[in-house]
């Protein structure tokens, strides 16, 4: 009689952690790794900020809102990749838009942890904060949004999801929309910060519109663009002011003609999306014939 030795079932293969700087092959990426450094660089600098009591006199306040600010400055780079990629001909940068999506709801909720700690963990109150308190509402609101996007961004629930995921994370635009008012309505009086970041979310906006349209991403199109959206940041400004503290719109349209004490957030703007002509026309210099017509638009995603 022969014995036949127990042959034990093969043990499922333990699930690899997808580490952030590593690419699909599993092999370290240098480019992932220095964008995931520099996404944790503002958290890890207020955090050492704020155990040395380097941040004034309400050194928490200073610190929760810190987070909140950087959060939506991630939200906007993330928007930003999918232009960025084709205007400026860099589609690795495509690798990096889920890390920055997952970097602004990081930040978005150490901002939450930090609010609730100030409020002394008194979770009753919290809520009842968000509740009574139109800003917190907002606010509040936009990062359960976030929340269920980053639950929904991994590769697995990508799968499952289907055709109804990019569904789904098209709600990242009116999410940001939430995110940039709610960062108005705590800035209280000087409101510069989220005037700035609203007006570079309105050129992301506007370069959507322009591939809706089949406009190519060639340097006068991108051109216009960037006057069109320092305009809209001086018209949102001008309204924001009016609507909320009551000062004349040619108060405003004044102080963006005066440099002699501010450069009005509008400029920056106008400067910030301007250095996009040069990058492409360096992109159309740079691009081989193979690649097809240079401009044409991508699908934005």
């Known amino acids: 009689m022969t014995v036949h030795p127990r042959i034990a079932a093969p043990r499922p293969a333990s699930p690899r952690i997808a580490w952030p700087w590593l690419d699909r092959a599993g092999r370290l990426s240098r480019f992932k790794l220095a964008v995931f450094l520099l996404a944790l660089a503002p958290g890890l600098w207020f955090t050492a900020a704020y155990a040395l009591d380097r ?70 109150r919290v809520a009842s904060e968000i509740v009574f308190r139109i800003y917190l509402t907002i606010g509040f609101a936009g990062l359960l949004g976030l929340t269920v996007l980053g639950v929904t961004s991994t590769d697995g629930m990508i799968r499952r999801l289907g055709k109804t995921w990019p569904r789904l994370h098209r709600l990242v635009y009116p999410l940001t929309a939430l995110a940039l008012l709610h960062f108005f309505l705590q800035s209280k009086i000087d409101v510069s910060s ?54 004349p719109a040619s108060a405003v349209l004044a102080a963006n003609l005066d440099f002699s004490y501010d450069v009005r957030p509008a400029w920056w703007v106008l400067a910030t999306v301007i250095l996009i002509v040069p990058l492409n026309l360096w992109q159309n210099r740079t691009a081989s014939g193979g690649r097809g017509p240079v401009g044409r638009p991508a699908p934005a995603r």
């Open 55 to 124: 941040l004034g006199a309400k050194p928490l306040t200073a610190y929760l809102h810190a987070m909140g600010d950087w959060s939506v400055r991630f939200l906007i780079l993330s928007l930003a990749v999918t232009p960025m990629r084709r205007i400026a001909n860099a589609p690795k940068l495509i690798l990096v838009r889920r890390m920055l999506g997952l970097t602004a709801l990081a930040y978005a909720l150490v901002h939450f942890t930090l609010y609730v700690a100030d409020q002394k963990f008194d979770l009753a």
């Open 194 to 247: 989220p005037v700035y970041w609203s007006g570079l979310f309105l050129a992301l906006m506007g370069w959507r519109l322009m591939h809706h349209l089949k406009v190519p991403s060639t340097p006068l199109p991108l051109l216009g663009l960037s006057l069109a959206a320092g305009l809209a940041t001086v018209g949102l400004e001008t309204a924001w002011y009016a609507l909320a503290t009551g000062v």
